[in-house]
T-cell receptor, first 112, second 114 residues
């Protein structure tokens, strides 16, 4: 596609359920990032994929969070046993290595 | 670890006036990139301007320009002839040259008054 696509746009889930958030990067982009943004706050780094290298998972807040990137393209961020503090906008971005990062519109996750 | 600091949580500017948003960063690297992103209420992050650290010339994009002071590790954004559509949250970001994560500042909310 022309830009970074994230789905769903909005997700409401019950506390304790698992959720999967999807990111479809710009075709050919080797780098993919996930960030979390709480209401009115800055961007918190979660995880970074670069080509075939081992991902930088240093930002994942707990072992309930995991992400994978299949075939160097689509990425899925999984949150297990969701908690209310997981409520936030989850932003995905992709770039061509050292290029500019382009962002998707994000997934707003609400845990009730 | 690299850090990015935006010391102004909120700024206001009159339409058609000029405003400067501040950003400082901390790094031991000599080669890196700096960015300003804009996030309007739609939450779509939009690149405003980018600066390569090895370039001494300050980047300019239409009404947007930066004042890059490498020794002082300062990277401010100047918006000239402010427009209502400039109202948004602005984020300063840093990235090491060789493929690495973007590190963001906390953001500055810019309000434009008509």
């Amino acid at each position: 596609g022309a830009g970074v696509s994230q789905s769903p746009s909005n997700k409401v889930t019950e506390k304790g359920k698992d959720v999967e958030l999807r990111c479809d990067p710009i075709s050919g982009h080797t780098a993919l990032y996930w960030y979390r943004q709480s209401l009115g706050q800055g961007l918190e780094f979660l995880i970074y994929f670069q080509g075939n290298s081992a991902p930088d998972k240093s930002g994942l807040p707990s072992d309930r969070f995991s992400a994978e990137r299949t075939g160097g393209s689509v990425s899925t961020l999984t949150i297990q046993r969701t908690q209310q503090e997981d409520s936030a906008v989850y932003l995905c971005a992709s770039s061509s290595g050292q290029g500019v990062a382009f962002f998707g519109q994000g997934t707003r996750l609400t845990v009730v | 670890a690299q850090t990015v600091t935006q010391s102004q949580p909120e700024m206001s500017v009159q339409e058609a006036e000029t405003v400067t948003l501040s950003c400082t960063y901390d790094t031991s690297e000599s080669d890196y990139y700096l960015f300003w992103y804009k996030q309007p209420p739609s939450r779509q992050m939009i690149l405003v301007i980018r600066q390569e650290a090895y370039k001494q010339q300050n980047a300019t994009e239409n009404r947007f320009s930066v004042n890059f002071q490498k020794a002082a590790k300062s990277f401010s954004l100047k918006i000239s002839d402010s427009q209502l559509g400039d109202a948004a949250m602005y984020f300063c970001a840093y990235r090491r040259s060789y493929g690495n994560k973007l590190v963001f500042g906390a953001g500055t909310i810019l309000r434009v008054k008509s």
